[in-house]
């Protein structure tokens, strides 16, 4: 039997090729979820495990080399990193030293943000989108200074925050992510699957803080 390798065959071949890989990802992406929420359905869920789920799910699944997940504290309201992954052992204590009030959180003036959605802001390195001392929060500080060379080209110094709201939009924490395998700015479908894993994150903190009244979930991670 002959191969049928005329141009219109190779086309169809890769086009399939694309489109199952495509649903592949898909799949696996809603499956990595479906375990998630499954994990809410006990009430005995240690909110620092479920943070971290997420964390390495986002970090292994979606090929995000550095993420961390923060939330306000319910002792004193400032926000400060609660757990991460894929970062240096010396970077992540930078991390943990940080605390902002939520008017610092928010400040466009220091970090220049560009609004992409209700929930995510996106952070790029031309515009040093840190504070003085922040810079040892980089895995790659010497890089800060790179050349974009594409529109889609991830360099160090680019991050993503996207929130954690509760109830009535109220900001509980954010999810941060900051560079990629390919080194190119996460597509949509990666920022969206991020958002619903925050969104369902909002509703587990809210779900177990009014449940557990003044011994809250944020409260046990302080």
Same mark, same amino acid.
């Given at each position: &039997?002959t191969?049928?390798?005329?141009?219109?065959?190779?086309k169809?071949?890769?086009?399939?090729?694309?489109?199952?890989?495509?649903?592949?990802?898909?799949?696996? &992406? /809603?499956?990595? &979820?479906?375990?998630?929420?499954?994990? /809410?359905?006990?009430? #005995?869920?240690?909110?620092?495990?479920?943070?971290?789920?997420?964390a390495?799910?986002?970090?292994?699944?979606?090929?995000?080399?550095?993420? !961390?997940?923060?939330?306000?504290?319910?002792?004193?309201?400032?926000?400060?990193?609660?757990? &991460?992954?894929g970062?240096?052992?010396?970077?992540?204590?930078?991390?943990?030293?940080?605390?902002?009030? =939520?008017?610092?959180?928010?400040?466009?003036?220091?970090?220049?943000?560009?609004?992409?959605?209700?929930?995510?802001r996106?952070?790029?390195?031309e515009?040093?989108?840190?504070?003085?001392?922040?810079?040892?929060t980089?895995?790659?500080?010497?890089?800060?200074? #790179?050349?974009?060379?594409?529109?889609?080209?991830?360099?160090?110094?680019?991050?993503?925050?996207?929130?954690?709201?509760?109830?009535?939009?109220?900001? /509980?924490?954010?999810?941060?992510? %900051?560079?990629?395998? !390919?080194? =190119?700015?996460?597509?949509?479908?990666?920022?969206?699957?991020?958002?619903?894993?925050?969104? !369902?994150?909002?509703?587990?903190?809210? %779900?177990?803080?009014?449940?557990?009244?003044?011994?809250?979930?944020?409260?046990?991670?302080?």
């Amino acid at each position: &039997m002959t191969t049928d390798t005329s141009p219109e065959a190779v086309k169809r071949r890769l086009w399939v090729d694309y489109q199952y890989a495509h649903k592949e990802r898909f799949n696996v &992406m /809603l499956d990595d &979820m479906q375990k998630f929420v499954s994990s /809410l359905r006990d009430s #005995s869920t240690d909110v620092k495990k479920l943070l971290q789920k997420a964390a390495d799910t986002i970090h292994e699944r979606l090929r995000i080399r550095d993420v !961390t997940i923060g939330l306000r504290s319910s002792s004193d309201g400032l926000y400060r990193y609660e757990v &991460m992954a894929g970062l240096k052992g010396e970077t992540w204590a930078a991390h943990k030293e940080l605390a902002y009030t =939520k008017d610092q959180f928010y400040d466009p003036v220091t970090y220049k943000p560009k609004q992409i959605s209700k929930y995510t802001r996106l952070f790029l390195s031309e515009d040093n989108p840190y504070a003085n001392g922040e810079e040892r929060t980089y895995d790659r500080p010497v890089m800060l200074q #790179s050349k974009r060379r594409a529109l889609d080209d991830s360099i160090e110094g680019d991050y993503l925050d996207i929130d954690i709201l509760g109830v009535n939009d109220d900001h /509980l924490g954010w999810i941060e992510i %900051s560079g990629t395998l !390919t080194n =190119k700015l996460p597509d949509v479908t990666t920022i969206k699957y991020i958002e619903l894993m925050a969104c !369902t994150i909002g509703v587990a903190l809210s %779900s177990t803080d009014s449940r557990q009244g003044a011994r809250g979930a944020r409260t046990s991670l302080t």
